[in-house]
């Protein structure tokens, strides 16, 4: 099957790259054209699902993809994953220790990557690095020539909501010692739906924010765009860091630990917080530099709608919840 060109010869009437990137994930009443569009998208989002398996050892099967990815037709499913020749069942990975995910949380330039990088991990973790799955979706070069001022969000909605949720699953399933997540979630209802996933599973959760002035993050991403080529939206920028800073007070009310570091052109990552789950459900709170903690509070404050920064794609965000396939 060719999935990684479904993209590229769209004709004038065929369905267009957003309404694609847009389907529902239920489709009873969609036509016979947007029907075989949904199959081929759903054929790539489990071909990049293999492909991550592959890449990781992860035992694949289709009870454990139905099981990571419930929210399509499974006779579908079933059908696409018979072609890639995968087995019914797969044995999880033995674990006789602890299971482990930190799932990181702050906005672009924020220093989540870096962070990442200076962690003592176990040989085995598995890294769910968001901005390694932009080059692999087809719709990004098309996007980037096409519509520039949207290609990154758009291609980031679709890794959020489709590729790192479908293997972020996965790996939970495939019963993984140790899981790092490399991003943003700045989306409150798919970042708490992480943190319960995870713990249903066994898993120690840990939510690690990251930090930094905003206009700090800006001047990181235009150095990161003018060497990879990868944008961002000023205003969806600006957003993404009030958003994130808003949403870790409410992750690490439900996750098993949290930590917040800040950084700026000065400081290499401070600890500025962080929070402990007890066994009778109490949470242990420590405050290491009040200012930096302060300074996040208040950036929880700031208005989303900011006439300083440039237009922003609220009707984006609208079109990412799926309500319809409507341009």
Known sequence: MKHFNIFENLGPDAITVYE????QDRYPDLDKGELSSYKSRLELRISLLKEFA????IPLSID???A????????LLEEICRA???????????????KRIILFNGGPGTGKSRRIRELDLPADTIVLDRDALFNRLP?????KKEYPDHATHAVASEAILYNERDAYRCAILSNAGSIVADCTMSYLDLGLEMIAFAQRHGYYVTVINMDCPIEEGMKRNEIRAAETGKTINRKMLYESHVRCALHFFEYRKKADASESWYNDAHI???????TKRQHDGTIIETIKDKTAFESLKQKCTLPLDNPSWSANFEEFLEQRKHNNIDK
């Not at 694609?20 to 389907?23: E, Y």
């Not at 290499?268 to 962080?274: I, Y």
């Open 68 to 75: 990571a990815i419930p929210d399509v037709d499974q006779s």
């Open 64 to 66: 454990r993809i139905s």
């Open 84 to 98: 890639l020749n995968m087995p019914d069942r797969s044995v999880p990975l033995e674990r006789n220790e602890g």
């Open 268 to 274: 290499q990552n401070r600890l500025t917080s962080s």
């Open 20 to 23: 694609m990137l847009n389907l």
């Open 139 to 143: 719709p990004y070069p098309r996007l």
């Open 54 to 57: 592959e890449k990781n050892k």
